[in-house]
Protein backbone atom coordinates (compact mmCIF):
# COMPACT_ATOMS: atom_id res chain seq x y z
CA UNK A 1 0.00 0.00 0.00
CA UNK A 2 0.82 3.25 -0.31
CA UNK A 3 1.36 4.03 3.19
CA UNK A 4 3.71 1.27 3.39
CA UNK A 5 6.05 2.22 0.52
CA UNK A 6 6.15 5.77 2.93
CA UNK A 7 7.40 4.11 5.73
CA UNK A 8 9.62 2.00 4.03
CA UNK A 9 11.28 5.52 2.43
CA UNK A 10 11.31 6.68 6.10
CA UNK A 11 12.85 3.84 7.58
CA UNK A 12 15.56 3.93 5.24
CA UNK A 13 16.12 7.53 5.32
CA UNK A 14 16.19 7.31 8.83
CA UNK A 15 18.82 4.43 8.47
CA UNK A 16 20.94 6.49 5.72
CA UNK A 17 20.67 9.40 7.98
CA UNK A 18 22.09 7.76 11.22
CA UNK A 19 25.09 6.08 9.64
CA UNK A 20 23.61 3.48 8.29
CA UNK A 21 22.08 2.34 11.76
CA UNK A 22 21.33 -1.30 12.17
CA UNK A 23 17.89 -3.04 12.91
CA UNK A 24 17.90 -3.45 16.05
CA UNK A 25 19.90 0.44 16.92
CA UNK A 26 16.84 1.46 14.76
CA UNK A 27 14.06 -0.39 16.87
CA UNK A 28 16.20 0.54 19.81
CA UNK A 29 15.90 4.25 18.90
CA UNK A 30 12.07 4.55 17.57
CA UNK A 31 11.06 2.95 21.00
CA UNK A 32 12.15 5.97 22.82
CA UNK A 33 12.09 8.54 20.25
CA UNK A 34 9.92 9.91 18.21
CA UNK A 35 11.45 10.32 14.70
CA UNK A 36 9.69 10.64 11.00
CA UNK A 37 5.79 9.48 12.67
CA UNK A 38 7.53 5.99 12.77
CA UNK A 39 7.71 2.83 15.87
CA UNK A 40 9.53 0.57 16.42
CA UNK A 41 7.84 -1.86 14.52
CA UNK A 42 8.30 0.03 11.49
CA UNK A 43 12.38 -1.53 11.41
CA UNK A 44 9.84 -4.38 9.68
CA UNK A 45 10.37 -2.09 6.07
CA UNK A 46 13.95 -2.05 6.76
CA UNK A 47 15.73 -3.63 3.58
CA UNK A 48 19.16 -3.75 3.00
CA UNK A 49 20.80 -0.56 1.48
CA UNK A 50 23.32 -0.53 -1.45
CA UNK A 51 26.25 0.64 0.91
CA UNK A 52 25.61 -1.94 3.61
CA UNK A 53 25.82 -4.75 0.75
CA UNK A 54 28.96 -2.89 -0.51
CA UNK A 55 30.44 -2.22 2.94
CA UNK A 56 29.34 -5.45 4.63
CA UNK A 57 29.57 -3.18 7.84
CA UNK A 58 30.63 -4.76 11.25
CA UNK A 59 29.80 -2.47 14.28
CA UNK A 60 31.68 -3.31 17.57
CA UNK A 61 30.55 -2.52 20.54
CA UNK A 62 31.84 0.10 22.61
CA UNK A 63 33.05 -0.01 26.19
CA UNK A 64 30.34 1.10 28.65
CA UNK A 65 31.97 4.39 30.34
CA UNK A 66 30.88 5.32 33.62
CA UNK A 67 29.07 8.69 32.62
CA UNK A 68 26.85 6.40 29.72
CA UNK A 69 24.96 3.81 32.45
CA UNK A 70 21.88 5.87 32.85
CA UNK A 71 21.46 6.63 28.78
CA UNK A 72 18.10 4.80 28.17
CA UNK A 73 17.82 6.31 24.81
CA UNK A 74 18.82 8.35 21.68
CA UNK A 75 19.54 11.69 22.42
CA UNK A 76 18.96 11.67 26.17
CA UNK A 77 22.42 13.11 26.74
CA UNK A 78 24.23 14.31 24.41
CA UNK A 79 27.58 15.98 25.72
CA UNK A 80 28.81 19.21 23.61
CA UNK A 81 32.64 20.80 23.31
CA UNK A 82 34.29 23.60 21.43
CA UNK A 83 37.79 24.33 20.24
CA UNK A 84 39.40 27.52 20.91
CA UNK A 85 39.34 29.88 17.77
CA UNK A 86 41.57 29.48 15.70
CA UNK A 87 44.14 32.12 14.36
CA UNK A 88 43.39 31.75 10.86
CA UNK A 89 40.15 31.56 9.60
CA UNK A 90 37.98 29.49 6.93
CA UNK A 91 36.93 30.99 3.93
CA UNK A 92 33.23 31.12 5.42
CA UNK A 93 35.06 33.36 8.23
CA UNK A 94 34.94 30.04 10.69
CA UNK A 95 37.20 30.01 13.49
CA UNK A 96 35.86 27.40 15.74
CA UNK A 97 34.34 23.94 15.68
CA UNK A 98 31.64 22.78 17.77
CA UNK A 99 31.86 18.95 18.68
CA UNK A 100 28.53 16.84 19.98
CA UNK A 101 28.30 12.87 20.98
CA UNK A 102 24.99 11.21 21.91
CA UNK A 103 25.73 8.84 24.58
CA UNK A 104 23.42 6.36 23.90
CA UNK A 105 24.29 5.39 19.82
CA UNK A 106 27.95 7.28 20.45
CA UNK A 107 27.06 9.14 17.61
CA UNK A 108 29.39 12.16 16.87
CA UNK A 109 28.36 15.89 14.96
CA UNK A 110 31.13 18.35 14.35
CA UNK A 111 30.43 22.08 12.77
CA UNK A 112 32.41 24.64 12.22
CA UNK A 113 31.41 28.26 13.48
CA UNK A 114 32.01 31.72 13.63
CA UNK A 115 32.24 31.79 17.22
CA UNK A 116 31.24 30.27 20.51
CA UNK A 117 28.73 32.36 20.90
CA UNK A 118 26.72 30.50 18.16
CA UNK A 119 26.78 26.60 19.65
CA UNK A 120 23.96 26.50 21.49
CA UNK A 121 22.14 27.58 18.39
CA UNK A 122 23.50 24.93 16.30
CA UNK A 123 22.76 22.31 18.77
CA UNK A 124 19.55 22.80 18.69
CA UNK A 125 19.71 22.77 14.39
CA UNK A 126 21.40 18.95 15.21
CA UNK A 127 18.52 18.15 17.09
CA UNK A 128 15.87 19.42 14.53
CA UNK A 129 18.09 17.80 11.44
CA UNK A 130 17.41 14.50 13.65
CA UNK A 131 14.20 15.21 14.56
CA UNK A 132 15.35 13.90 18.42
CA UNK A 133 12.41 15.20 20.72
CA UNK A 134 14.10 14.10 24.16
CA UNK A 135 11.52 12.94 26.53
CA UNK A 136 11.04 14.96 29.92
CA UNK A 137 10.83 12.96 33.03
Not at 24 to 34: C, G, S
Amino acid sequence: SAENQLKRERIMQLHRDLGHASRNKLALILANTQVHGLTAKDVRFLVPCEGCLLGNPRRKPHPINEDDRGVKYFGSHISCDNTGEQPIRSKGGKRVLHVSVDHYSKWKWASPLVSKRDAPADLAKILRQNKIKPKVS
